[in-house]
């Protein structure tokens, strides 16, 4: 604290006792700055900011008492340090006492204030800030240490050789230095060694025994028995390094299997520095060992992870551009760019969840790579695509290739959902020509196709979806189809066209196509729904919007989907709609289904009788349901013509 201004931090809800002990601690201490606070909250945003040698605490105090602001000093690594000094009324009170220093506070203060008593506890506390920021900083320092010596391996083997080869002159720093240096070797795998020419004899720190995965340095106390357990592949190699240092004294650095005696493989890298006698005579050698297979499988990982993709195991897009730039030369002409696209994979996201859309991802990786050939490159660009370069390749050649994947693919299924597979193709057949022109007309070329092909495909995947929903849930069907019907007839009565009909029914049908994103468990519990499965169920409106909207031909029932819960009040959900900003088909459905409910049965309670039923309909016209299609329901159904 010498060569800074003292700073102290007072907390207290009461200004006068904030403005009495500034006074106090200026007129002993007139170069200090004391920093005010009010409530606990804002003394711990100017701890936070100006980090203050002693913090005075009122114990009292509304929102978040003393305790608290405490407890969340002493949590906060860099405001830890700080001593907290609790201002108090009560000197006999033990259970405060003991709470203040269960929550780390270092001192009292009792009111009155005494001035040599905050004199003192000043001091003890500035002392105290000293002495804790002195040890944080020690513990960083071992801490950095202990870091730099486990990531920086390739510093700690320079640091390890240049200890051995001062290991004559330095014997006394070495041996305070030798605790430090163990560990140290532990943590990077690292044992050095001493080889003794004249009776061939070798010695190692015990690190050595884990490396080779020995019980007893016997095993390995002659260079002939070391290289036992050399793997076969590498030891022409390890003998030609081991000899170039005793021919040439030269030192050596070089990297080998080892086979240990469990069979496991490990990766070695071995460090050789001859040693001379005092006559610059080759005595023997010293050095390092050092095991270094998580360090090269890690290597491999992350070389694994940086050019393929994590889903498909196919090759990334940062791969992708390394190698057509390397690909893009003339002697790879004609060079065929493929663009490929899962079809209706957000549809069957939506429908089915990512985990059935990430298999159909797997199996159209899979289908590419098998139709492709060995010289081919086949990656992932992210989402649905996927782009194939052909090189030396035709533009009928590649439509073949097209074909066959296609052909791969039509075979392909996931819970029902045939693979489907939108292509498109270009071909460089100039060197002038700009490859990103021809990705451009691939993938142009693919989206064509995908036009073309997709509304039928994606009209069939609503019917799976549907056919999906009735396997999850029997009752789900009969729902359904009952107010389909019903949709029908207020349709007929309200002079639809037949096209309009058409639609309301098939709206009828799929009203609740957003149930398939629901848990089956939901949909079958036997029994009332929680509040958390209620939260489930009504998100299905959207989830139905979400699929309908992606295919042309239900896009505009979509709508209708999405507001069969809205209410003619406003209270529905998922919008919150109300009156005639409801579509009106919306709320027909609203109506059908309602009544179906309510006149069905369920395993909690039995269905109302249709007199009940269209009770309800008429009780609820005006708020629930639009009161004009609510009358001529209630007039269609007394009239017979609906429901039987």
Not at 41 to 50: D, R, V
Not at 266 to 273: A, E, G, L
Not at 491 to 518: P, S, V, Y
Not at 553 to 578: C, N, Q, T, V
Request: aromatic share 6%.
């Amino acid at each position: 604290m010498k060569n800074r201004q003292l700073k102290l931090l007072v907390i207290d809800d009461n200004q006068d006792n904030i403005v009495m002990l500034k006074a106090m601690i200026n007129n002993a201490f007139p170069d200090a700055k004391v920093l005010m606070a009010l409530d606990g909250q804002k003394g711990l945003e100017i701890a936070a900011i100006e980090d203050p040698d002693i913090v005075f605490l009122d114990i009292i105090m509304p929102e978040m008492d003393g305790f608290e602001v405490c407890r969340k000093l002493k949590s906060k690594t860099d405001l830890s340090d700080i001593p907290v000094v609790f201002v108090t009324t009560s000197r006999g009170d033990k259970e405060n006492r003991i709470l203040a220093l269960e929550c780390g506070a270092e001192g009292f203060l009792y009111k009155p204030i005494d001035e040599y008593e905050l004199i003192s506890q000043m001091r003890a506390m500035t002392k105290i800030k000293n002495a804790n920021v002195q040890k944080r900083n020690e513990k960083i320092s071992l801490s950095a240490l202990v870091r730099e010596k486990t990531r920086e391996l390739e510093v700690a083997h320079e640091k390890t050789i240049r200890l051995l080869s001062d290991l004559e002159k330095e014997n006394e720093a070495r041996k305070k230095s030798e605790k430090a240096l163990m560990e140290a070797q532990n943590l990077a795998h690292l044992c050095n060694y001493e080889h003794n020419i004249a009776d061939d004899k070798m010695t190692y720190s015990d690190e050595a025994l884990n490396i080779f995965g020995v019980s007893s340095e016997i095993l390995i106390d002659h260079k002939e028995k070391l290289v036992k357990y050399v793997h076969p592949d590498d030891l022409s190699y390890v003998l030609e390094n081991m000899q170039k240092v005793l021919n040439k004294g030269l030192p050596a650095d070089f990297i080998f299997r080892a086979i240990r005696p469990d069979l496991e493989e490990r990766i070695v890298n071995v460090r050789v520095i001859p040693k001379l006698d005092d006559h610059e005579n080759h005595i023997g050698n010293f050095g390092t060992i050092q095991d270094i297979t998580r360090i090269k499988k890690t290597e491999e990982k992350i070389r694994y992870l940086s050019y393929h993709d994590y889903l498909t195991g196919l090759f990334n897009r940062r791969f992708y551009e390394e190698v057509l730039s390397k690909l893009d030369k003339e002697e790879n002409l004609p060079l065929t760019l493929v663009m490929a696209d899962v079809n209706g994979l957000k549809i069957i996201n939506d429908s089915f969840g990512h985990a059935i859309g990430d298999e159909l991802l797997k199996k159209a990786s899979e289908v590419i790579k098998n139709g492709c050939r060995k010289s081919d490159v086949v990656a992932r660009l992210g989402g649905d695509e996927f782009v194939i370069i052909l090189p030396k390749t035709a533009q009928n050649t590649a439509a073949d290739i097209i074909k066959d994947i296609e052909a791969l693919a039509v075979k392909e299924k996931v819970k029902g959902l045939k693979l489907s597979i939108a292509f498109g193709n270009h071909t460089k057949e100039r060197k002038e020509e700009n490859i990103q022109k021809i990705l451009k007309n691939a993938e142009d070329n693919m989206y064509q196709h995908k036009l073309y092909e997709s509304t039928s495909k994606r009209s069939k995947t609503i019917e799976i979806i549907m056919n999906t929903l009735y396997e999850k849930s029997d009752r789900e069907m009969m729902h359904s189809t009952r107010v389909s019907r019903i949709c029908e007839k207020i349709g007929i009565e309200m002079k639809f066209d037949q096209d309009e009909i058409n639609r309301i029914k098939t709206a009828g049908l799929i009203h609740d196509i957003g149930k398939m994103g629901i848990d089956e468990n939901i949909l079958n519990k036997r029994g009332k729904l929680n509040m958390d499965e209620w939260k489930e169920i009504k998100k299905h409106p959207e989830i139905g919007y979400r699929i309908l909207s992606s295919v042309n031909e239900f896009s505009e029932m979509a709508d209708y989907i999405l507001e069969h819960h809205e209410r003619w009040d406003g209270k529905g959900y998922p919008k919150g709609l109300k009156g005639e900003e409801i579509s009106l088909q919306g709320r027909i459905v609203a109506v059908a289904d309602s009544f179906d409910a309510m006149t069905s049965d369920r395993t909690y309670r039995k269905g109302l009788r249709k007199d009940e039923a269209i009770a309800e309909i008429k009780r609820c016209a005006g708020n629930q349901f639009d009161p004009n299609i609510a009358r001529l329901f209630v007039e269609v159904v007394y009239s017979d013509k609906m429901v039987q």
